[in-house]
């Protein structure tokens, strides 16, 4: 876990390094004393080893240093300004695909092949074919310009976060749904669940105790690198609906070169699936019994 | 279980019974690709060419897929942007294809440490942003196309490498290769004439599925405005002009964004289609 995040911070950072032209580069050619000045003063005249070493140092304290376009913030406040708006998109969206994720899978499950579960399947086949750069300025046309049932951006008000959630949150959906049918399907053959029957227990029992745990064990390990996905869709919704998350500071960060910033959020980015995946191999090691025993 | 397998052993045998979604898929992609050909050359208009008599107007005769808010010709640009997307798609695709199956296929037939190692390095890049990593790549050398390119093929090596070392494995013990190597053959010549020849058929299929990914990667970054710049164009951002202009000017996202999703949707059919046919194959050669 921590070597993954070490390997980020040092390929992002010999990245920065590698880049031709500095961050000063500008349309009008700066005097060279005022230059010097400026590289000094963000140290950018040291040796990259030392420079290497401030910069980690910064990071072990939670300090991801000035930003070199926004002169009067460090990448610290610029993230802590978007950060709350981010996470809570995240784990909305992360919840809202579960919930509905696996609701349809389970409906779709365990009514193999009646007309519901083509419905839902043909419904779910065409969803993961859908980008979120088109459905949610589709969803934008739709529910805040023609119907006005939504406002179209902004984060005002609760209203406002409805319809990037189930935007990012769709096609997530559409493969949970999925992996859940097809986890169902498998374990209502497997041998301990026929045992389970013979025992004679009750529907929901099973259902409960043999069959979903064991069904949803894909869905779990698609967790992990989901939440790589789901940041990067992240990037797109914000931009869409005009959320001021972290996401928008990478873009503009990105547009305007400013190299701190970019940086910053990208080992944030990555703190943050790291993290993620960590739970998700608890989570499997919780839930699978094969696992659990052999601790 | 069993009814499952006996109507998929049945299938092989009569080929001309495509399913339809299969026969669908092939040809809307089939229409695409030849548009993407051939569709600039069809239009009056030139990609850079201004109408200064129709500016933001919706679909007409003279312009079908309307115009955009300086006036020139959508259904010209889609093409275009039709043609750049999927030049973009078919290259990063041979990128990935260049570094995974020789990196999969050295792991796995080398195998013990240097797999192990090799394996390792994959498991660590698979958990990253790595799109994030690419944009910032974009930023750090300017936009340059080759540069997108390259970046979106390292992207999608991962998978390749781990699906060529699995087969490897499989063969690694093979008859033909433990005789080549008596014969005196090294490890380079081992792999790139008995392996890579050996795997290239799961390739080909992982290079269909890998291929809409790398268009809705590309789409992405030319979404936020890192990837393509005007005056060229592709998908992604005819989409992001499109929804800019959403309120007053729906077809330009309509469009463009119907075409995106229309190939991603026949790419995943086909992928999928692909993989259970192979997985028949493997499970009763005979019917090779």
């Known amino acids: 876990m921590l070597i993954t995040l070490l390997t980020v911070i040092t390929l992002v950072f010999g990245l920065v390094r590698l880049a031709p032209g500095g961050p000063f580069d500008g349309e009008r050619q700066m005097p060279p004393d005022i230059e010097a000045n400026l590289r000094a003063a963000y140290h950018l005249d040291e040796p990259i080893y030392q420079q290497y070493a401030r910069y980690m140092s910064g990071l072990l304290q939670g300090d991801l240093g000035p930003s070199f376009r926004q002169k009067d913030f460090d990448v610290n406040e610029l993230i802590a300004a978007g950060l709350p708006i981010s996470a809570g998109l995240g784990v909305a969206a992360l919840f809202t695909a579960l919930i509905l994720g696996i609701g349809i899978g389970i409906a779709a499950g365990f009514n193999q092949r009646t007309f519901a579960d083509r419905l839902i399947m043909a419904v779910n086949n065409l969803n993961i074919a859908l980008p979120t750069i088109v459905v949610a ?31 990012l949150a769709l096609p997530y959906s559409a493969a949970i749904a999925r992996l859940t049918r097809a986890g169902i399907i498998e374990t209502k053959l497997e041998p301990h669940v026929k045992t389970a029957m013979a025992k004679g227990l009750s529907q929901s029992r099973l259902v409960y105790r043999h069959i979903l745990p064991m069904a ?23 931009q869409v609906f005009d959320l001021p998350g972290i996401g928008r500071y990478f873009v503009q960060g990105a547009l305007n070169r400013d190299y701190t910033l970019v940086m910053g959020v990208v080992v944030v980015y990555s703190a943050a699936i790291v993290t993620f995946n960590f739970f998700v191999d608890l989570a499997y090691a919780w839930l699978d019994p094969r696992i659990r025993l052999r601790q | ?32 690709v030849i548009a993407a050909i051939i569709g600039p050359e069809l239009s009056n208009w030139q990609p850079e060419d201004i109408d200064w008599d129709a500016m933001e107007q919706g679909p007409s005769l003279a312009h079908p897929f309307g115009t955009d808010l300086v006036g020139r010709d959508l259904f010209v640009r889609t093409m275009i942007g039709a043609r750049t997307s999927l030049t973009i798609a078919v290259i990063a695709t041979f990128v990935s294809l260049i570094i995974g199956v020789p990196w999969g296929a050295f792991a796995g037939y080398l195998g013990g440490r240097v797999d192990q190692f090799m394996m390792r390095i994959v498991d660590v890049l698979y958990g990253l942003p790595f799109i ?16 997108l390119f390259a970046a979106l093929g390292a992207i999608f090596w991962l998978d390749l490498a781990r ?19 008596s014969l005196g053959a090294h490890t380079g010549q081992i792999v790139w004439r008995h392996i890579i020849p050996n795997v290239i058929g799961p390739v080909i299929v992982y290079a269909t599925i890998t291929l809409p990914s790398v ?34 000017s729906p077809w330009m996202l309509i469009f463009p964004g119907v075409l995106l999703v229309t190939t991603l949707w026949c790419c995943n059919t086909l992928g999928d289609r692909l993989s259970d046919h192979r997985d028949e194959i493997q499970r009763n050669p005979v019917n090779l």
């Open chain 2, 132 to 147: 994030l990593l690419v944009i910032l790549l974009v930023v750090l050398f300017g936009r340059n196309p080759y540069l």
């Open chain 2, 1 to 32: 279980m069993m009814l499952h397998l006996n109507k998929d052993t049945a299938r092989p045998n009569n080929k001309r019974k495509m399913r339809r979604s299969t026969r669908v898929s092939i040809i809307l992609l089939s229409i695409i």
């Open chain 2, 215 to 248: 268009i809705l990667a590309e789409s992405f970054i030319s979404f936020l405005g890192l990837g393509v710049q005007e005056p060229n164009t592709s998908w992604g951002v005819l989409i992001a002009d499109g929804t800019a202009t959403i309120e007053s």
């Open chain 1, 137 to 167: 300025p589709l969803m934008v046309l739709v529910f805040s310009v023609l119907l006005r049932w939504f406002p179209a951006g902004g984060s005002d008000s609760i209203w406002h976060f409805v319809l990037p959630t189930i935007a």
């Open chain 1, 216 to 238: 949803l064990l894909p869905v779990i390990s698609f967790l992990g690198p989901a939440a790589a996905t789901l940041l990067t869709g992240s990037v797109v919704v914000e």
């Open chain 2, 163 to 181: 699906i060529v070392r699995g087969q490897t494995l499989s063969i690694r013990q093979a008859l033909f290769i433990e005789a080549s190597r």
